[in-house]
């Protein structure tokens, strides 16, 4: 399985951009999402979506500005991003787990495929 995620670019604070990703050799993945990883920092959790139903999670700090959602007929998964901010500003992953493990949606070792990142700089 290979994920291909793009949609990555420069956005001024307060603006929108949404981000696609394409997993490859595999159709309904069980569980997709989103980590991010700025700077000297982590790789974090963002969002996390179930395919089979599109119940979905998002971290304490991007709820309520993004949104991440699938598109059953093109195998694809998005994440849409409003009100970005300075602080959004990473390389963003896209991520899949072939297991249900929906309880472990916001660890990285849940997920078995890994997409090559698109960086999002947001300007103030």
């Known amino acids: 399985v290979q994920l291909q995620a793009s949609g990555g670019g420069l956005v001024q604070a307060g603006g929108s951009l949404r981000l696609s990703c394409a997993p490859s050799g595999r159709y309904g993945l069980p569980v997709m999402g989103w980590f991010r990883q700025a700077p000297g920092k982590e790789r974090e959790f963002v969002a996390a979506?179930?395919?089979?139903?599109?119940?979905?999670g998002y971290s304490g700090s991007v709820k309520g500005r993004f949104t991440i959602s699938r598109d059953n007929a093109r195998n694809t998964m998005y994440l849409q991003m409003n009100s970005v901010k300075p602080e959004d500003t990473a390389v963003y992953y896209c991520?899949?787990?072939?297991?249900?493990?929906?309880?472990?949606?916001?660890?990285?070792?849940?997920?078995?495929?890994w997409g090559q990142g698109t960086l999002v700089t947001v300007f103030s």
């Open positions: 979506i179930r395919w089979r139903d599109g119940s979905s």
């Open positions: 991520s899949a787990s072939g297991r249900s493990d929906w309880p472990d949606r916001e660890l990285r070792t849940n997920y078995d495929y």
